[in-house]
């Protein structure tokens, strides 16, 4: 009698035990998949939006489009971290408001900034390679193209980027 409550005790104490482990186990796969799912989401489109300012600010391997002249200087502007080619930037809420630009890749690394949507045939842009940087779009003038529809400053005109990218 004694022996077989004990049993009944143990079995009991065993599905608790299995139960919080099942518990502890659907909700560490939904935490990963969550966790894995939306990162993931997030790192396939070639433009994301950040908040904040400095060189510092801009990750590794993007091209940074800040909305303020100086790198967005000491405020909490809006950053476009650009990954891949963008057809356009109002998609991002982004379009004729970039000011300064960092291209923070390895050298050998290339990307057009066009002041049009890339592929329409007209339209200046500005060159981008690793580890350049403009702080200042208001005093760029920019006449690369014979196609030129833009004469005054490059500032808050950029609307897409060619991105070509290169090996890291
Ligand atoms: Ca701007």
């Known amino acids: 009698m004694r022996s077989s409550s004990v049993t009944a005790g143990s079995v009991a104490r065993c599905q608790g035990v ?8 659907a909700m560490t796969l939904s935490a990963l ?5 939306s990162p993931a989401v997030a790192a396939e489109g070639p433009v994301r939006v950040i908040r904040g300012h400095g060189l510092e600010a801009c990750p590794r391997n993007s091209l940074c489009l800040y909305e303020d002249v100086d790198y967005n200087g000491s405020g909490n502007g809006r950053i476009w971290v650009v990954t891949g080619s963008v057809h356009s930037l109002s998609e991002y809420g982004g379009n004729d408001e970039t000011s300064s630009m960092y291209m923070h890749t390895p050298e050998n690394w290339r990307a057009d900034a066009h002041e049009n949507r890339s592929g329409m045939g007209s339209g200046d842009w500005v060159w981008m390679y690793g580890g350049k940087k403009l702080p200042n779009l208001r005093s760029v003038n920019i006449h690369q193209s014979a196609r030129d529809t833009h ?5 808050d005109v ?5 991105w070509a990218g290169g090996e890291a």
């Open 151 to 155: 004469y005054g400053p490059f500032n």
């Open 33 to 37: 998949l969550l966790g894995s799912v």
């Open 158 to 162: 950029i609307t897409s980027v060619s």
């Open 18 to 25: 299995s139960n919080k482990i099942s518990i502890f186990i």
